[in-house]
């Protein structure tokens, strides 16, 4: 089957303009998770959903990121206000979430944005 | 809390030779510990966990790591070294009751001829 697509694959945006990065899980998985990986560095968290709610938001780096989920489906990440530092890769994964959060994780092929 | 320990941000090693590489965990509930793997241009894609069980666990590619909660350790290991496995490597750590996974800042292997 089809597996996590996310869009777009590239975003390169001025600073201060809004964007929006949009996932799409495998279906069936309750479960998404939105990470940050900066050049040269590991996986940042920043939120995870079960089902469409998200219990912890604090990975969120400010009030500039929000994200949102329809349901078991399409997830979005909205980054306010873009800032050079946003430039990163933004992952997404999806998984079953049957129990806590064991279940494999099925990662996208990431947005690489860049924030001139 | 949770967090992940890796040791050392790039290691090389001979084909053939045996690769190493080291994750240390903290977790204040039993862990799931999991190990990914990202090839150039590829996204990450699983290796193998640790649930419960059998603390030795396989994964694909000949990889597999050895959960020794004495240790606080989960370390990955594999026989023989092969050009196809220059990849970077990711350690992670969850637990029940915990909202996230949390992620090493992971490990390039680089395979020399």
């Known amino acids: 089957g089809a597996g996590v697509s996310q869009s777009p694959s590239n975003k390169v945006t001025e600073k201060g303009k809004d964007v929006e990065l949009r996932c799409d899980p495998i279906?069936?998985?309750?479960?998404l998770y939105w990470y940050r990986q900066r050049l040269g560095q590991g996986l940042e968290f920043l939120i995870y959903?079960?089902?469409?709610?998200?219990?912890?938001k604090s990975g969120l780096p400010s009030d500039r990121f929000s994200a949102e989920r329809t349901g078991e489906s399409v997830s979005t990440l909205t980054i306010q206000r873009t800032q050079q530092e946003d430039s990163a890769v933004y992952l997404c994964a999806s998984s079953l979430l049957s129990g806590g959060h064991a279940d494999t994780q099925y990662f996208g092929p990431g947005t690489r944005l860049t924030v001139l | 809390a949770q967090s992940v320990t890796q040791l050392g941000s790039h290691v090389s090693v001979s084909e053939g030779a045996l690769v190493l590489l080291r994750c240390n965990y903290s977790?204040?509930?039993?862990?799931?510990l999991f190990w990914y793997v990202q090839y150039p241009n590829q996204g990450l894609q699983l290796l193998l966990k640790y649930t419960t069980g059998a603390t030795l666990v396989k994964g694909i590619n000949g990889f597999e790591a050895e959960f020794k909660k004495s240790e606080t350790s989960f370390h990955l290991t594999k026989p023989s070294a092969h050009m196809s496995d220059a990849a970077e490597y990711f350690c992670a750590v969850s637990g029940w009751g915990y909202q996230k996974v949390t992620f090493g800042t992971g490990t390039k292997l680089q395979v020399i001829p």
């Open positions: 959903f079960q089902g469409n709610s998200a219990p912890d």
């Open positions: 977790s204040s509930v039993p862990p799931y």
């Open positions: 279906s069936g998985h309750t479960a």
